[in-house]
């Protein structure tokens, strides 16, 4: 067993008073401070939170409950994180009731489910919990029987002492346990002991989920509620100006029209107040369909914006953010970026002397790739129900970071943060579009405006052309070869609008002697936020196909070639900065090759490509075999290996993958978000291509990294390679490279010429 020291006061336990039928009830805190100073990073929080919030209730009944801290919309944590207090409170899962946890910022810190951090952030806490818990019951027993502690034992929620005979359940000790002191140091399992963790389990809501229990937001009905919508310009560089609402107010239902303001003239933005219009034009009636066909009826007048300016505290530190008035169109963008690439950029990494590297190169490769924006398209488009007074409000609705929002809701509604509460509901989907709380915001101004509760409602429409996107990127990569065929240099520079992609001390810096990586950035009032994986989803793509070229035109196996920079890093490493763990890196790659049977004769059938990322503390790599079906390319099986460390829920796990790599190869084919004079193309479905059931592949073999190290990142790490491996297959399947996502707008127009 491993022995930490457990860093919880008395203060961090409610007693058994708060149990209606008595028992134990234990919640660690301890990041209400950190939380509300605005001091942690959501990307990389596994170092910055050393305490967290869990409870575990548990009754005279022997009835055990496990409360998840973290909104679930997919990735399993409902499920996972009890998983770990279950595992070191030594209880029997089938016997564990698990409920999600209230929305608590004072208690459960920001509830914050992004960037993969959920397991990672919350294993050694939860682990910690579980474990002074179980300490807390032995010593409980102990007292009771009057024997050593020592040994009294565990096993699936009983105590025993063996020399005595004597047995009984938690519950009869549970209110004992309260009044017992907490452990000053408390013992971990050996990873090796675990019989929960590591073990498939099925999702403790599949069955509400499936009878209909836990509803979408959309579905949340509220006695007196209206419905709300929002009119916003029909284009990024618009502002409303004037509107006539005459007839609209005549339509059956509508109670009210009017403008609102959604954050006021020098309103300081957070990380996550990401917005794209400010002033609102709302439409207040009694039903969704009234309102949707009311607001056809405003007559609204919209002008031109002016270059502003705002200041957003973010993650990293205050930054002013530069909003253009220009009216944005895709083939200007696309040359913009053109243009841009070639001047001076920001130096984020050197290593060595590329400019002489390059000058004495017998070979050089460059090439340059782009990709557009792309929305997040969720299953069910934004939505938020609010009832707010001048003395409370309650919010209702799907977001992914409650917390990182209710500081925001505290100001404008001028409440303060404990007399907010926000439920959280069955989500349907995020990718990072969910942790940005405008839409949240809007419907407690609107519900405070018309003093009634209020569920605002985004048709597929709104959500889609209401901003927040992966940005446009474009990157040209560089490599030198000397007369053997070795890299000798390696320079990527990357830009974006309105943000660059590099990420300057991944793989392969650390691998060449000479290195240099740089980025720069073109402003935009389009807006940009988290898509999964950020920036990686790019990165990956253009890096790893580069890579592939690359290996070809030294004449070398692609997973080879990858595995001999790898060795080059793990060994002689250049730099100190690498993000990436070399050997990790080329486990992945290994596994894969093992798994894909990569060279086998019976594979030679398919157009195979490859990819390997490493992202959020996890590394991923795929083999993508494509065939020809009625005349195109198709995805026809993926094989893949992940190391994320420990993996709580294998079924899970493999689930997660899998939904990656579908979604993958739908965006690396099809994802694309254009304008004309800041106008969206796209505003529903028929225009924005999705990944059809029959597109998806037929296998998808998912093998995961024997390990026992920490868990890391699992929901984002798979994606990004996704891109780089179909278009490294369908470079063998039609004899092109792709450097422009999506590709199939290529193979489409390379068909028509045929």
């Known amino acids: 067993m491993e022995k930490i020291k457990t860093s919880l006061s008395r203060r961090s336990f409610l007693k058994s008073s708060m149990l209606a039928s008595g028992g134990l009830m234990i919640s660690f805190s301890g990041l209400a401070k950190s939380i509300s100073d605005g001091n942690i990073n959501p990307s990389n929080l596994a170092e910055e939170w050393n305490e967290l919030t869990g409870y575990i209730k548990i009754t005279s009944d022997n009835i055990i409950k496990i409360f998840n801290p973290n909104p679930e919309f997919g990735q399993n944590v409902m499920t996972s994180l009890p998983m770990i207090v279950a595992e070191e409170l030594d209880v029997d899962w089938k016997k564990v009731i698990v409920e999600m946890g209230p929305h608590d910022n004072a208690k459960l810190g920001p509830q914050f489910t992004g960037g993969s951090n959920s397991v990672r952030m919350y294993w050694k806490p939860l682990r910690e919990a579980g474990a002074a818990a179980r300490q807390m019951l032995r010593d409980a027993a102990a007292q009771t029987w009057s024997v050593p502690v020592e040994e009294v034992t565990t096993k699936a929620g009983m105590l025993y002492h063996e020399k005595s005979g004597k047995t009984g359940k938690y519950g009869d000790f549970a209110s004992k346990a309260a009044a017992n002191p907490i452990p000053k140091d408390v013992k971990l399992k050996d990873i090796k002991s675990f019989n929960v963790v590591g073990n498939s389990s099925k999702n403790v809501e599949g069955l509400k989920i499936v009878t209909g229990k836990p509803l979408f937001a959309l579905d949340h009905k509220y006695e007196g509620m209206l419905i709300a919508m929002i009119e916003h310009p029909p284009a990024f560089g618009k502002k409303l100006k004037s509107f006539d609402a005459s007839e609209t107010l005549k339509m059956p239902g509508i109670k009210d029209v009017f403008t609102l303001k959604l954050y006021e003239d020098g309103f300081e933005q957070a990380g996550f107040d990401t917005r794209t219009f ?50 944005e169109t895709t083939s200007t963008q696309y040359q913009k970026m053109a243009d841009y690439a070639k001047k001076p950029a920001q130096e984020l990494r050197k290593d060595g002397d590329p400019e002489a590297a390059f000058a004495k190169a017998t070979q050089i490769l460059e090439r340059t790739y782009t990709a557009p924006f792309l929305a997040h398209n969720c299953m069910e488009p934004m939505n938020f129900f609010a009832h707010v007074t001048d003395e409370q409000a309650l919010l209702v609705g799907p977001h992914q970071a409650p917390g990182w929002i209710e500081p925001t809701l505290s100001k404008i509604l001028n409440l303060p943060p404990d007399k907010i509460e926000i439920q959280i509901t069955r989500m349907g989907g995020g990718f990072g579009l969910r942790a940005y709380g405008h839409y949240m915001t809007e419907a407690a101004l609107i519900s405070r405006k018309v003093k009634a509760p209020v569920k605002l409602v985004y048709s597929r429409e709104d959500d889609m052309t209401y901003g927040i996107y992966r940005p446009m990127y474009t990157a040209t990569y560089r490599a030198a070869l000397d007369a053997n065929k070795n890299v000798i240099a390696f320079h990527v520079k990357g830009g974006g609008i309105p943000e660059h992609p590099v990420h300057a001390n991944r793989f392969p810096a650390g691998a060449i002697d000479n290195y240099l990586a740089e980025g720069w950035a073109i402003p935009s009032n389009i807006t940009i936020g988290a898509f999964r994986a950020p920036r990686s989803n790019f990165n990956a793509a253009a890096e790893q196909s580069f890579l592939d070229e690359l290996a070809e035109m030294a004449g070398k196996d692609p997973i080879d070639f990858r595995l001999e920079l790898l060795k080059r890093a793990k060994e002689n490493p250049v730099g100190k900065n690498n993000d990436y763990d070399a050997d990790r890196y080329a486990g992945v790659l290994t596994l894969l090759k093992e798994k894909s049977g990569w060279n086998n004769s019976e594979n030679k059938k398919y157009s195979r490509g490859v990819a390997a990322y490493f992202c959020h503390n996890s590394y991923a790599a795929h083999v993508v075999d494509v065939v020809t079906k009625d005349g195109q390319p198709y995805v026809e099986r993926v094989f893949s290996a992940v190391d994320c460390g420990v993996v709580i829920n294998p079924d899970a796990a493999v689930n997660m993958v899998q939904g990656a790599i579908v979604d993958g190869i739908g965006n690396a084919f099809y994802g694309g978000l254009t304008h004309k004079e800041g106008v969206s193309d796209q505003n529903n479905f028929n225009r924005y291509r999705m ?13 995961f990294v024997k390990s026992d190290v920490d868990p890391t990142g699992l929901g984002e790490p798979p994606f990004p390679p996704v891109f780089a491996a179909v278009a490294n297959a369908l470079y063998k399947n039609t004899g092109k490279r792709f450097y422009d996502q999506p590709f199939g707008k290529h193979i489409e127009l390379n068909r028509q010429k045929m």
């Open 278 to 327: 400010n002033d609102l034009l709302v439409v207040v009636g009694k039903t969704t369909w009234e309102v949707m066909n009311a607001r056809k009826k405003l007559k609204v007048v919209w002008e031109q914006i002016s270059e502003t300016k705002e200041t957003v505290a973010g993650f990293r530190g205050k930054t002013e953010v530069v909003i253009p008035a220009e009216l």
């Open 691 to 703: 990944i059809r059931l029959k597109e998806a592949p037929k296998k998808i073999d998912v093998s």
